[in-house]
Structures are given as structure tokens and as C-alpha cells.
């Protein structure tokens, strides 16, 4: 720490002597090093800010609150070292971080129903008919309650490789039932390896369990491979392969195995990031009493995430949308539309407002979410549109 310190003094020497002997480093480069040390401070993962610091202090001081963080970063080094004394060199190399939200918020379609509560129904003749759908299948809105509790733990291996363990928890509980109120949960497991070019190579495995306030319960497991790469001074893009196992409880009649492909790319651009995603696969039914089959489906996401320094210094602003499309490879139905092969397209659009309410070892938040989705369909059943806001405190640690 003494170290550290000393270091921080000939800084300025250094900086003086660079102004008289070399030109000024490449801003962009900084402003994106700024930026992660910031994220990392959120993280509480100090050691690795401080890193990033020294090194931007080593090209240019000049940026606003560079030294401050720094500064912030070491007192916090030394408080973590008081706190846990020889429990740190127990658990060298392990980092634990954890993030627990509360939200209240409100959705004029909770259970995502059909919008019209009138379907039409044929008999495969040419005759058709309308059914009302039952109270219980037509649009809910209300108003919930959401928790959320996420754990990371992460250990470096060695030089290259490091493994992390994760979980979350999710219960949503609403003045609705019936498809409104659930709880999930999803622990997982990662390898990552990075090569001597720089690139990584990492292999996940997770599972998921989703129940209903109906009693109806789903299954997953995912495998997922990624190899990752820098592109530039900006950019960072990964491409790999995706498995999935889904299963229905008590009901083996959707059970499926998707396989795909996914490519992404996030680039630090006019001071934010934003990410493209695509992914495209198949998803093959297990029991050939499926309606509709197996589906072919291809998945397009764009975000942008930013400081956005509106109500005070640091608040953040993300927006996304996203776009789906679902394609069955049989007929879904007789009664519906002839047996006409199911089509699905969704748009999801959202955004995320983060404001902090205290920069403290343990930082608070306060979040608002926006999200509006829309589905289209050439079956009419499967037409749904549904807004939702919440807001909430969240924590991390």
C-alpha cells in the first residue's frame, strides 16, 4: 500500500516530464479505461481499478477525478485487508460480489394473453366460429412486487484461467394468478481460458427452474460456448454455440432441444457502449405430438448503455430493443387457421435508469424499468401486446 502510495507522488513528476517530451496518448483509449476502472468500482472489485488507474495515470493526469478514484481505490484496498485480515490469504484469488433488487411496479398484461379475448375457431371444412376465451386467459393488469438476489463468486485458476460460480433468484409476487406470479432459479458455472493472441475461450453450463403460481413448473439446461476477441481500441466481439434442454413437468409433450449459433460485438462509441447481438438456430421437438413441431428461430439485440450524468455524476441510462422471430415447421392446429403454420415475430423495447443514491463501500441504486413488447402472428391466439414499470432499490456488494 506504501508502494501504491509512493507511486501516486511521481506521478506528476512523470506527467510533466511527458508533456515536455511526448505528445498527448490517445483520449479514447482513456476515456474507455475510465469507464471500466468506474464499473469495477461499483463491483467493489478495487484491486483490479486501481490497476487500470495507475495506468491512466501514467499517460495523462489531467482527467476529471482520475487521482480522487485512485485514491478511493487504495483506501478501499486497505479497509477490505483490515476487515478480513487473514481471511484474505485464505481466499486469495476469490472474489464474491452479490446484488440484491426490490421493485414495485405495474402491467396492463401480466400473464401476456391474447389480446382479443375472441378467437376464431375452424373446423378444417371451411366453417369457422368465434370462441370467447375464458376470465382466466384474457389480459391481467395489476400491480407486484419483484425481488431479485444475484451471487458471483469468481477464482483465478492461474495466469490464464479463472472459473466463476453464479446464482440467482427471482420471485415476482402480483394482485393477479394464474401466469402472473412466479419464482425462478438459476445457478451456473464457467470456465474461461485466455489464449497467448489475447482472445478467451470460455464454456458455461446452466440450469433453470421456473414455477408458476399455477403449480406449472419448466426445466432447462444450457450449454454455451464462446470464443472472444478484441477487435480495436474500441471494439470487442464473441461468437460461439448454443444447447438448450427444455422440459415441462408432468407434461413431456413440449419437451425440446434447441441448438444455434450466437455472435455479438460492443464497441465504445461517442461515450457509451453499445452492443449488437445475433443469434440463429433450431429448435427440434422431442415428442412428435407437438403442435406445430419443431421452430426455427433467430434473435437480433441492440443496446446502448451510458453515463448519463442527468440528476448527478454517475447516473446511468441503458435502452434496448429487441427482435424475435419464430417460425413452427408444421401446421400448430386444425382449429386454428386450417392448420396453418404457426408464425411468431416479437419487438421488445425497454430502458433502464439507474440513479446512485450513495457511492459508499456498499453502493445503493435506485431504478426505474420501462419495457413495452408487442407480438404478431398469423394466428390470431398468439397476438399480445404488454407495458410494464417498475421501480426499485438495488445494492451491491
Same mark, same amino acid.
Given at each position: 500500500? *506504501?508502494?501504491?502510495? $509512493?507511486? $501516486?507522488? %511521481?506521478? +506528476?513528476?512523470?506527467?510533466?516530464?511527458?508533456?515536455?517530451?511526448?505528445?498527448?496518448?490517445?483520449? /479514447?483509449?482513456?476515456?474507455?479505461?475510465?469507464?471500466?476502472?468506474?464499473? %469495477?468500482?461499483?463491483?467493489?472489485?478495487? /484491486?483490479?481499478?486501481?490497476?487500470?488507474?495507475?495506468?491512466?495515470?501514467?499517460?495523462? +493526469?489531467?482527467?476529471?477525478?482520475?487521482?480522487?478514484?485512485?485514491?478511493?481505490?487504495?483506501?478501499?484496498?486497505?479497509? /477490505?485487508?483490515?476487515?478480513?485480515?487473514?481471511?484474505?490469504?485464505?481466499?486469495?484469488?476469490?472474489?464474491?460480489?452479490?446484488?440484491?433488487?426490490?421493485?414495485?411496479?405495474?402491467?396492463?398484461?401480466? @400473464?401476456?394473453?391474447?389480446?382479443?379475448? @375472441?378467437?376464431?375457431?375452424? +373446423?378444417?371444412?371451411?366453417?369457422?366460429?368465434?370462441?370467447?376465451?375464458?376470465?382466466?386467459?384474457?389480459?391481467?393488469?395489476?400491480?407486484?412486487?419483484?425481488?431479485?438476489?444475484?451471487?458471483?463468486?469468481?477464482?483465478?485458476?492461474?495466469?490464464?484461467?479463472?472459473? *466463476?460460480?453464479?446464482? &440467482?433468484?427471482?420471485?415476482?409476487?402480483?394482485?393477479?394468478?394464474?401466469?402472473?406470479?412466479?419464482?425462478?432459479?438459476?445457478?451456473?458455472?464457467?470456465?474461461?481460458?485466455?489464449?497467448?493472441?489475447?482472445?478467451?475461450?470460455?464454456?458455461?453450463?446452466?440450469?433453470?427452474?421456473?414455477?408458476?403460481?399455477?403449480?406449472?413448473?419448466?426445466?432447462?439446461?444450457?450449454?454455451?460456448?464462446?470464443?472472444?476477441?478484441?477487435?480495436?481500441?474500441?471494439?470487442?466481439?464473441?461468437?460461439?454455440?448454443?444447447?438448450?434442454?427444455?422440459?415441462?413437468?408432468?407434461? &413431456?409433450?413440449?419437451?425440446?432441444?434447441?441448438?444455434?449459433?450466437?455472435?455479438?460485438?460492443?464497441?465504445?462509441?461517442?461515450?457509451?457502449?453499445?452492443?449488437?447481438? %445475433? +443469434?440463429?438456430?433450431?429448435?427440434?421437438?422431442?415428442?412428435?405430438?407437438?403442435?406445430?413441431?419443431?421452430? /426455427?428461430?433467430?434473435?437480433?439485440? $441492440?443496446?446502448?448503455?451510458?453515463?448519463?450524468?442527468?440528476?448527478?455524476?454517475?447516473?446511468?441510462?441503458?435502452?434496448?430493443?429487441?427482435?424475435?422471430?419464430?417460425?413452427?415447421?408444421?401446421? !400448430?392446429?386444425?382449429?386454428?387457421?386450417?392448420?396453418?403454420?404457426?408464425?411468431?415475430?416479437? $419487438?421488445?423495447?425497454?430502458?433502464? !435508469?439507474?440513479?446512485?443514491?450513495?457511492?459508499?463501500?456498499?453502493?445503493?441504486?435506485?431504478?426505474?424499468?420501462?419495457?413495452? &413488447?408487442?407480438?404478431?402472428?398469423?394466428?390470431?391466439?398468439?397476438? !399480445?401486446?404488454?407495458?410494464?414499470?417498475?421501480?426499485?432499490?438495488?445494492?451491491?456488494?
Amino acid at each position: 500500500m *506504501k508502494i501504491r502510495i $509512493l507511486m $501516486l507522488l %511521481l506521478f +506528476s513528476l512523470i506527467y510533466i516530464t511527458a508533456l515536455q517530451a511526448s505528445p498527448q496518448e490517445d483520449k /479514447q483509449e482513456i476515456e474507455i479505461m475510465l469507464q471500466t476502472a468506474n464499473h %469495477l468500482m461499483l463491483e467493489q472489485r478495487y /484491486q483490479e481499478a486501481a490497476d487500470i488507474l495507475e495506468k491512466i495515470l501514467m499517460i495523462d +493526469s489531467t482527467p476529471s477525478g482520475v487521482i480522487k478514484t485512485y485514491q478511493q481505490a487504495l483506501k478501499a484496498i486497505e479497509q /477490505q485487508t483490515e476487515n478480513f485480515g487473514s481471511q484474505v490469504q485464505k481466499t486469495e484469488g476469490w472474489g464474491v460480489h452479490g446484488k440484491l433488487s426490490v421493485s414495485t411496479g405495474w402491467g396492463d398484461n401480466l @400473464n401476456r394473453a391474447p389480446t382479443d379475448k @375472441n378467437i376464431e375457431i375452424t +373446423s378444417g371444412e371451411g366453417e369457422s366460429a368465434l370462441l370467447e376465451l375464458c376470465e382466466e386467459c384474457q389480459p391481467h393488469s395489476g400491480f407486484g412486487v419483484e425481488v431479485n438476489a444475484n451471487i458471483l463468486g469468481v477464482k483465478k485458476l492461474n495466469n490464464t484461467d479463472n472459473i *466463476k460460480l453464479s446464482l &440467482q433468484i427471482q420471485n415476482r409476487t402480483t394482485d393477479k394468478n394464474n401466469f402472473t406470479d412466479y419464482w425462478r432459479i438459476n445457478p451456473g458455472i464457467s470456465i474461461q481460458h485466455q489464449l497467448k493472441s489475447g482472445a478467451e475461450l470460455g464454456v458455461a453450463f446452466f440450469s433453470d427452474v421456473l414455477q408458476y403460481d399455477n403449480k406449472a413448473m419448466f426445466y432447462s439446461l444450457d450449454l454455451i460456448s464462446r470464443y472472444a476477441w478484441k477487435n480495436n481500441q474500441t471494439c470487442r466481439s464473441q461468437m460461439g454455440v448454443d444447447i438448450q434442454w427444455n422440459h415441462q413437468k408432468n407434461n &413431456q409433450l413440449f419437451d425440446s432441444v434447441y441448438g444455434g449459433g450466437a455472435a455479438a460485438t460492443n464497441c465504445y462509441w461517442w461515450g457509451g457502449v453499445y452492443r449488437l447481438g %445475433l +443469434s440463429v438456430g433450431n429448435e427440434w421437438a422431442l415428442d412428435d405430438r407437438r403442435p406445430g413441431g419443431g421452430q /426455427q428461430r433467430v434473435l437480433v439485440q $441492440l443496446s446502448h448503455d451510458r453515463a448519463a450524468n442527468w440528476l448527478r455524476e454517475q447516473d446511468r441510462v441503458n435502452i434496448y430493443i429487441h427482435l424475435e422471430h419464430r417460425r413452427d415447421q408444421r401446421g !400448430y392446429s386444425t382449429f386454428l387457421e386450417n392448420g396453418l403454420k404457426r408464425k411468431l415475430n416479437r $419487438l421488445v423495447m425497454g430502458g433502464e !435508469y439507474r440513479f446512485p443514491v450513495t457511492y459508499k463501500q456498499t453502493p445503493w441504486w435506485l431504478i426505474m424499468e420501462v419495457e413495452w &413488447q408487442k407480438q404478431y402472428s398469423n394466428i390470431q391466439l398468439f397476438e !399480445y401486446v404488454a407495458l410494464e414499470v417498475w421501480l426499485g432499490f438495488e445494492v451491491l456488494w
